[in-house]
């Protein structure tokens, strides 16, 4: 295995940020993995797969482990559904297409969510009303201080918006190397809630629509409103939509009628992040070359060369305002390091 000596990093994230990790190795295989765990015991390790979930703000010193492992798994379980076992560096969009490709569904709308199959569950990604843990199984991970696998069950990951177990008690202490799902093989449960899908759909006339119209319309969709990572630095969603008391919705609805809002049950109301920005005035703003998308606010940018700590000052300011102006607190979605 190749150790590479002050790494610039600005290709491994989706961001673009130009920052340097001291050392710098490309895992391939889980025995790679488990060899350089025991090579470099009481080492400062720092797992980095796609880069899509993060914005880095500073210099890595540290050993950092690219996590490249491939392969794709298949198990027929019954005549309605199949196990199917991705490896840790798979691409998340090209594991999807794959899973469409085979008739195999339950993750189209998540289609052309950037980043690798590893990573996945740590966030539990969701998008059009679908996230990640509808369709999850289990995962195998390895501890960092031990090399030991560990096989983690859906209960076990204590998955939440945009949240699991390896967010917070077991937040650096695993490497994620293999994701499985159930998927159906036939009569699909297909999510159209969105009435961005509806649209999408209606305007290519399909009434009965398979999984693969359900992936392309929300590719469409995405790429009408975020910017491609490869074209301007970025990483999705930098912000969660806050979830606020329905008392206090009620409140804020009486000073903005046209507020949108998702009631996620009797006593909590989802806000649009988006939404709030842009009230704000920060939609399309620049300063320097870091922004907020014309597009979408709640996507901050890097044109070209802005540094991580001056995404995260924007970031910030982005919060104040909300917080002076809605009295509502925005968390990142992004992780910052």
């Known amino acids: 295995m190749k150790i590479e000596r002050n790494k610039s990093l600005k290709k491994h994230n989706t961001f673009g940020i130009d920052v340097q990790a001291t050392e710098f190795i490309k895992i391939n295989s889980e025995q790679e993995l488990t060899e350089t765990l025991f090579t470099h015991k009481n080492r400062n390790i720092f797992i980095l797969s796609g880069g899509s979930n993060m914005l880095l703000t500073q210099n890595l010193e540290a050993l950092v482990l690219h996590i490249a492992i491939k392969g794709i798994t298949t198990n027929i379980q019954s005549d309605s559904s199949v196990l199917v076992s991705a490896n840790a560096g798979e691409n998340w969009h090209d594991f999807v297409q794959y899973c469409i490709n085979n008739n195999f569904g339950g993750l189209e709308n998540l289609s052309l969510i950037p980043g690798y199959v590893g990573s996945a569950p740590i966030q539990n990604i969701g998008a059009y009303g679908v996230e990640l843990k509808d369709s999850f199984v289990s995962c195998e991970a390895i501890q960092l201080t031990s090399g030991i696998k560990k096989h983690f069950t859906k209960e076990e990951c204590n998955f939440g918006y945009r949240n699991s177990i390896f967010k917070n008690e077991l937040k650096g202490k695993y490497i994620i190397t293999k994701v499985t799902f159930r998927l159906t093989i036939k009569d699909h449960t297909l999510n159209t809630s969105y009435g961005a899908i509806e649209n999408a759909l209606k305007e290519k ?26 074209e301007i630095g970025n990483s999705g969603s930098f912000f969660k939509n806050p979830v606020i008391s329905s008392e206090k919705f009620d409140k804020l609805q009486e000073l903005h009628p046209g507020i949108p809002f998702y009631q996620i049950d009797k006593d909590n109301t989802k806000i649009p992040a988006g939404w709030l920005i842009e009230q704000s005035g920060f939609k399309g703003k620049r300063w320097g070359d870091a922004g907020v998308h014309a597009k979408q606010a709640l996507v901050l940018v890097n044109y070209n060369n802005a540094s991580g700590q001056e995404i995260l000052e924007l970031s910030k300011k982005i919060q104040k305002t909300i917080k002076e102006k809605f009295d509502i607190v925005l968390e990142t979605e992004v992780n910052i390091i």
């Open 205 to 230: 006339n399909i009434i009965s629509p398979t999984i693969k119209d359900i992936s392309e319309a929300v590719i469409a969709i995405r790429k009408s409103k975020l910017p491609d990572p490869k």
